[in-house]
């Protein structure tokens, strides 16, 4: 058999952001939350057709950002996944950014119903990482809770569980943990490994998939490549060194090959402020 990368991104949605075989994700969410995520639909479900459009419209950049997450809603609460391989100068602010911008959009007032807070609702966000976020000698899972160190005491409702997976860390807590490291490493599974992940790794197998999505799935790695060689020229021009002319070159190189703001500012460190200045001038690359 061979096998997609699981972390192509195409093909990280198709397993986990598909109502199709929901199963797969319940079993994601429990091996890492220890929770029952009764009710679960994911939202903006995998839609080869929906990609293939972003692709016609020559905005694979929109692509990927799409792409790389699975939203979902359960009875009692809202989960988000992201996968990130490479990298990002400002991934711990965008890991915050996203599951909480989703915890305030449930907030509306209506007149004459009950409190608008009464609608807001716990989420549960689970980053998965191909490289190490936090010290080398850590567990591979850590999740983040609201929490007074000074008393040791927790908030009193689970409302914000923030996790991350680093796939390249041996410490995991449970033998499907393990199972799914090595799903996204493309290492053997276990002879018991759970039949969800054995599920998952089916619906990657070539000889299961059309010649348009793995057609389409070609073009996001084309994407991926593209956008790590950006990062590294950035780097040889001088970026790490905080030389800002090369940061302006970058970014007005970025810009003229459609970039989103926010990836510019990841691979620069330009603020938003400064991006849009150089938008506005007209002058790109």
């Known amino acids: 058999m061979k096998y997609v990368n699981p972390t192509n991104d195409l ?16 079993g994601f969410i429990r091996d890492f939350f220890l929770i029952d995520p009764k009710g679960l639909t994911v939202e903006n479900p995998y839609s080869i057709k929906a990609y293939k459009e972003l692709i016609k419209d020559e905005e694979t ?16 609460a809202d989960y988000r ?14 890991s915050l950014y996203y599951p909480l911008n989703k915890f305030v959009s449930r907030y509306r007032v209506e007149p004459g ?44 409702k689970k409302i914000l569980n923030l996790g991350y ?19 996204f490493l493309q290492k053997p599974l276990s002879d018991d490994a759970p039949d969800y992940i054995r599920d998952a790794l089916q619906i990657i197998d070539e000889s299961n998939m059309d010649e ?15 956008y790590d060689d950006t990062v590294s020229h950035a780097r040889e021009e001088g970026i790490n060194e905080g030389k800002d002319e090369a940061k302006f ?16 500012s990841e691979i620069t460190g330009l ?9 506005n001038s007209g002058i790109l690359v």
């Open 165 to 183: 997976f680093e796939l390249l860390k041996p410490n995991v807590e449970t033998e499907n943990q393990r199972q799914w490291q090595n799903y």
């Open 81 to 94: 996944s992201e996968l990130q391989i490479r990298k990002a100068i400002y991934f711990d602010e965008r």
């Open 249 to 264: 070159e970058i970014a007005r190189n970025m810009l003229s090959k459609d970039y989103t703001i926010e990836d510019i």
């Open 271 to 279: 603020s938003k402020d400064e991006i849009l200045e150089i938008q």
């Open 212 to 226: 348009e999505e793995l057609d389409m799935m070609k073009q996001v790695e084309y994407y991926q490549s593209v």
């Open 61 to 76: 950049y929109k692509l990927r950002l799409t792409a790389s997450d699975v939203a979902a809603v359960m009875d009692f």
């Open 11 to 26: 093909a990280f949605k198709k397993v986990l952001g598909n109502n199709e075989n929901i199963h797969i994700l319940e």
């Open 113 to 156: 119903k009950v409190s608008a807070y009464s609608r807001l609702r716990p989420i549960y966000s689970l980053n998965i990482l191909g490289y190490n976020n936090f010290s080398e000698d850590e567990d591979a899972l850590r999740i983040f809770q609201l929490y007074d160190p000074v008393r040791n005491k927790h908030f009193p």
